[in-house]
């Protein structure tokens, strides 16, 4: 992530270029508005050396700001993550609340069918207890009454059976119902261990998304830092590209100077990229894809194949023959007379500075290098240092 202290440093650094090219003008100034002085070529090349030095530092910048709109698409990509991941927990914590209640719910039901059994297993302890009480009180001649009152032996045993059956039947209910409300207490004992489980598996999510919800706040200021230095980078990388505009301007118009001390070749300009006619932006004012705002397209873009042949529209001087942030791989040629054409976005250069050529001589390749959505050519026609609209110069192709 960019730091603030490297961010100002950097704006520091394009400041000072900056101030240094302020200093154009009047060199300009005093180049083209002195009669007994004219232009020559060691002005041209002081000034283009400026605005190298300028488009170097503007180059920093880009990359700095690619550098941070990377960070910042990580940034938000690893938020989404996080974010994923709370309403994962958030989920998971919603399901164990549910599982506790449940389990909840299940303890107070044995807990019901405890106090049940418990009351089940008092009444028939009384009723026992009673009938004890019962043969205690009428003694054992009462006892001995019931059983010499039989008139047979096998109704003596019959009826000792009967007593000792009940008695035993007595025994074993109070033991089954002891039973089951032991079964009933480990029931409940395993169902509140359940859900002691499941508090500690929510405490332990609830923790997860405490630190999730940390590190989305984290993110989110990370994400605010980098926007900051994003609006600064653009800010200065604007300045630089304003001031560029300035400094080309400058420097067509002395080209053009130049370009008056030589007579023009003569001819009509050849299509420089021949089975290929196609404008896909027109010279004048546009909504600029890249600056997403209004600007003026001071040529056109002709739409061909990245690698198609790009031909010198007439004869003359290559002057110009480079890297520029805005149009990448582009040469620009003095054709004499104050007339200059100029081919951008190119990938590929197959002249160079001070080459002659010839009118229709191959001299690059089409690609979509510096400000470009997609292989073109851009393509400028200029009269003494003033853009024209190139298709004014191919009506046959235009009709």
């Not at 009351?119 to 001995?144: D, P, V």
């Not at 209910?173 to 489980?197: C, N, P, V, W, Y």
Request: glycine share 6%; proline share 2%; hydrophobic share 35%.
């Amino acid at each position: 992530m960019m730091s603030g202290s490297k961010v100002k440093k950097m704006a520091g650094l394009i400041a000072i270029v900056l101030t240094a090219l302020i200093i154009l003008p009047f060199l300009v100034t005093i180049l083209s508005g002195s009669a007994s002085a004219a232009v020559s070529e060691a002005d041209l090349k002081k000034l283009k050396e400026q605005a190298s030095a300028l488009s170097k530092e503007s180059k920093k910048i880009a990359e700095e700001l690619k550098s941070v709109r990377a960070s910042k698409a990580s940034a938000i990509k690893e938020k989404s993550i996080i974010d994923n991941q709370i309403s994962v927990l958030e989920q998971e914590i919603e399901t164990t609340n549910l599982i506790i209640q449940s389990l909840s719910e299940q303890i107070a039901e044995k807990e019901q069918e405890i106090a049940e059994a418990e009351q089940q297993e008092a009444r028939e302890f009384e009723l026992f207890k009673k009938r004890i009480r019962a043969m205690e009180e009428n003694g054992t001649a009462s006892y001995l009454g019931v059983l010499l009152k039989c008139e047979s032996f096998t109704e003596l045993l019959c009826k000792t059976e009967v007593i000792s059956e009940i008695i035993e039947y007595d025994k074993k209910l109070l033991a089954s119902l002891k039973a089951t409300r032991e079964q009933i207490e480990l029931a409940k004992q395993e169902l509140e261990r359940d859900r002691a489980e499941q508090n500690e598996a929510r405490e332990n999510l609830t923790s997860q998304l405490e630190a999730l919800e940390i590190k989305y706040r984290e993110q989110n200021d990370i994400i605010k830092d980098l926007e900051k230095d994003e609006a600064t980078f653009i800010s200065e990388y604007e300045a630089a590209m304003k001031e560029m505009e300035r400094v080309n301007k400058e420097i067509a118009k002395m080209a053009a100077e130049l370009a008056k001390q030589k007579a023009y070749v003569g001819g009509e300009y050849h299509w420089p990229t021949p089975g290929y006619t196609k404008i896909t932006s027109e010279y004048g004012n546009r909504y600029h894809p890249i600056l997403k705002k209004q600007s003026f397209h001071s040529g056109i873009d002709i739409g061909a194949p990245q690698g198609t042949n790009v031909l010198a529209a007439n004869s003359g001087e290559v002057i110009v023959a480079g890297w520029n942030n805005a149009y990448g791989n582009y040469v620009v040629i003095n054709h004499g007379g104050g007339q200059t054409t100029l081919y951008a976005h190119m990938s590929k250069l197959l002249v160079k500075k001070g080459q002659s050529v010839k009118r229709g001589e191959k001299i690059g390749l089409v690609g979509s290098t510096g400000w470009s959505t997609g292989p073109h050519l851009h393509f400028e026609i200029s009269i003494d240092g003033k853009t024209k609209n190139p298709k004014d110069y191919f009506k046959d192709l235009f009709k």
